[in-house]
């Protein structure tokens, strides 16, 4: 297992006159997992579940181990990208590129249903269009709810944008019920750390952490390696478990990396 240092820059808000470094602690590489989009911690058995954009499912020990897996590849809709586990429900979700739906499985990987998540919020605008250019990439949940990613380029007020979406799921269906509107484009992932949510985007890999009360960024951190093998990386999950460490999911290089997270 190689050693892997990342700088992470720190940028009070959006501005960069204010800088410090922070250096994460590296863990590094943990396991090869193809087409690796999404990535979530799972409290009630301390391990990490992995989504793939080629219909794969798996589940990893914190140390990255295969503990299992599962092939959906069968299913019409298989881009898998995001993936959360729902501590209140007791339940995995996975977000569907293409479809726009969650499926959601039991701690086994076992397929229970399909939620269906409408279009537009309460305003009547188009959030989410079924279409090859944008679509959902990641998905966390909190005790605030749950929050689904349009990964886009476009803006509000345009339609499809990029935005973070909070769901009211019932059994089969979700709801819009708010647009973070954060400000960013091409997010890619989405995870909850103390209550603060924190998004990814892969195109020029940030890590950014988000206040919900304010509607306000508080940091960006940007993610340099100094290992040639990392070059190119296309970070497109985000987790952190109950020790402080910080996983990511590069689906460029089909790799899942563990960080101490400072």
């Known amino acids: 297992m190689f050693k892997l240092v990342l700088i992470l820059t720190f940028l009070l808000g959006c501005s960069s006159s204010s800088t410090t470094n922070t250096e994460i602690s590296s863990f590094g590489e943990i396991a090869k997992v ?22 794969m499912l798996f589940q990893l020990t914190t140390n990255g181990e295969l503990l299992r897996q599962k092939n959906l590849s069968s299913i019409k809709n298989h881009d898998f990208e995001g993936i959360a586990y729902d501590a ?16 959601v499985f039991d701690l086994d990987l076992n397929k229970l249903r399909t939620v269906n998540v409408d279009r537009t ?35 509000l007020p345009k339609n499809d944008p990029s935005v973070v979406v909070k769901v009211n799921l019932d059994f089969d269906s979700a709801q819009i019920t708010d647009v973070i509107d954060h400000g960013y484009t091409n997010i890619s992932g989405l995870s ?11 195109s020029n890999n940030i890590l950014i952490k988000y206040d919900l009360d304010t509607d306000t960024v508080l940091g960006s951190y940007k993610i340099k390696s100094f290992d040639s093998k990392l070059k190119g ?15 990511f999911a590069d689906d460029t290089n089909g790799k899942i990396y563990k960080f101490k997270f400072n």
């Open 34 to 55: 193809k087409e690796a989009s999404g990535i979530g911690y799972c409290s009630k058995n301390n391990t990490i579940y992995v989504a793939a954009d080629n219909g």
């Open 121 to 155: 919020d309460d305003q009547g605008r188009l959030i989410l269009e079924k279409d090859k250019e944008n679509g959902l990439e990641g998905i966390a949940v909190s005790e605030r709810g749950i929050y689904l990613s349009n990964q886009s380029f476009e803006r």
């Open 192 to 202: 909850f750390y103390q209550g603060t949510l924190y998004m990814v985007t892969d």
């Open 88 to 103: 209140y429900n007791d339940e995995i979700l996975v977000a569907v590129e293409g479809s726009d739906n969650i499926l």
């Open 233 to 247: 990386a296309g970070i497109e999950g985000v987790t952190f478990d109950a020790q402080g460490n910080i996983y």
